[in-house]
């Protein structure tokens, strides 16, 4: 099947926020975002999983908050670079996944800190259920001469089932010496002590597991619509 691919450009001093269906036969994203231009890009996959690749450059002073809900079902590797190539440029990721059954899901996202005072921040949730495979992997560039930025990753993944394997693999790659790097990674199976607790409180063992999953990913869903906000409850109801 040939890949279908999209180019995004977000010329200077422009904004724009736009919302996108990866199961839409989209497979590539090149993404530019010019000078002191700003884009809020929404990202969402409730149908068969698939491969994506997505390249972002932004120039001086300008921005991007990427936001991904991956709801998707089956195997896939999501490739994003953010090319933070201008001074004062922001990149923002923020990832939300559930992978259940048999799903393979791999996400690797990257930052390049290549002007000064750039911001580069990435978060990944998500939760691992069955007999899936979910696996995390962020870097984080900065390079000689990119003087006071500041980059920082999170990556968290809860396990729900003996059977599932879950991986969070951040790396820091620093070259200078006047900037803030820092990352966070937690991988571990769900609190019996956790569900007790809402088990007590009145609620089924499947009742808990889904508050549980809810307060891990439904977050995600305030940057989309009411519509797409139903849909992620409802699949969150069903597959977990």
Excluded at 51 to 70: P, Q, Y
Excluded at 79 to 88: R, S, V, W
Excluded at 180 to 204: C, I, N, P, T, W
Aim: glycine share 6%; with cysteine; charged share 25%.
């Amino acid at each position: 099947m040939e890949s279908r691919s999209r180019q995004i450009i977000i010329n200077e001093c422009q904004s724009e926020s736009i919302v996108l269906d990866l199961n839409d036969d989209l497979d590539n994203l090149d993404i530019h975002v010019g000078k002191k231009a700003n884009l809020s890009l929404n990202l969402y996959n409730f149908g068969e999983a698939k491969n994506t690749k997505i390249t972002v450059k932004i120039d001086d002073d300008g921005e991007i908050m990427l936001i991904m809900a991956d709801f998707s079902r089956g195997r896939s590797k999501v490739e994003a670079l953010f090319d933070l190539a201008g001074k004062n440029a922001r990149g923002v990721w923020k990832l939300s996944t559930l992978a259940s059954q048999n799903d393979d899901k791999k996400f690797d996202i990257h930052f390049q800190h290549l002007a000064i005072n750039t911001y580069g921040l990435m978060d990944n949730y998500g939760v691992a259920r069955n007999t899936s495979r979910l696996i995390f992997s962020g870097a984080n560039d900065i390079v000689r001469g990119a003087k006071k930025s500041k980059t920082k990753q999170n990556a968290k993944i809860i396990v729900f089932d003996k059977g599932a394997i879950a991986k969070a693999d951040p790396r820091l790659n620093i070259n200078e010496n006047e900037v803030e790097a820092s990352h966070a990674a937690v991988v571990g199976k769900l609190s019996d002590d956790h569900l007790f607790y809402l088990m007590s409180r009145g609620l089924s063992l499947n009742e808990a597991k889904q508050l549980i999953t809810y307060g891990y990913l439904m977050p995600i869903a305030k940057f989309f619509n009411e519509n797409i906000q139903h849909q992620i409850a409802t699949i969150i109801e069903e597959r977990v």
